[in-house]
């Protein structure tokens, strides 16, 4: 199996790929948020988006900013297309998020966690941070990660000849989405 690889989407053609796997994952798969997930974040420069690639294929995404001056990051729009799961790419995307910050110089990264993926967080070393709480009406559950206990980024730009696509979808893409990109 190729070798999964995370890289900033600076460019519009992976912000683009960014962007549409979300839409797939959070508006068409699991419903969990209506029309579009995008938000103000997306529209914020600072806001990191991140796309994952296997192969030619552009296959999973993550979303990281800081929330404050002081140290804290949150990161959020962790997403693997559907067929391409349980094959490490999302693993690897939390990975990278949380170097990502570390190297920044962050010092803890929040998140809000559907429940059924609170293990796969753990594993990852992620804490549980108090009660469940409500969020696009479903229960979540906070978790934070201590930046110090991320791994050294292994970063690098999307290269030119990298020849990815974004596999076939089972619907057009909303238009919404063509706004931000
Ligand atoms: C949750 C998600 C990102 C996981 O990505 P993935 O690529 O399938 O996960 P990985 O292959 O990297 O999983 C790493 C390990 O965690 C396990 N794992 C994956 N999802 C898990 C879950 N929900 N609960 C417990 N363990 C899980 C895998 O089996 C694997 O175990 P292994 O190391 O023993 O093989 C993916 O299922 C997804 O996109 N789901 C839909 C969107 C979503 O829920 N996003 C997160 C919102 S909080």
């Not at 960014?18 to 948020?33: A, G, K, P, Y």
């Not at 294929?57 to 391409?84: E, M, P």
């Not at 999302?90 to 803890?108: E, K, P, S």
Request: charged content about 25%.
């Amino acid at each position: 199996m190729n070798r999964v690889e995370c890289w900033r989407a600076v460019t519009p053609q992976a912000r683009n790929w960014h962007f549409r796997i979300r839409h797939r994952v959070f508006v068409e798969e699991q419903r969990v948020i209506p029309i579009t997930d995008l938000d103000d974040r997306d529209r914020d420069l600072s806001t990191i988006h991140v796309v994952a690639g296997r192969g030619s294929a552009a296959v999973g995404t993550v979303r990281l900013y800081r929330t404050d001056g002081a140290g804290r990051w949150k990161g959020d729009r962790l997403a693997v297309l559907a067929g391409h799961r349980a094959g490490m790419v999302g693993a690897r995307l939390v990975r990278f998020a949380v170097a990502t910050a570390a190297a920044a110089g962050g010092d803890v990264m929040d998140a809000i966690v559907q429940v059924q993926n609170v293990t796969f967080f753990e594993r990852l070393g992620w804490d549980r941070a108090g009660p469940l709480i409500a969020y696009h009406g479903l229960p979540h559950q906070p978790m934070t990660f201590r930046l110090a206990d991320a791994r050294t980024l292994d970063e690098s730009d999307i290269p030119d000849d990298a020849c990815l696509r974004l596999p076939a979808a089972r619907h057009a893409p909303s238009p919404l989405i063509e706004a931000v990109t």
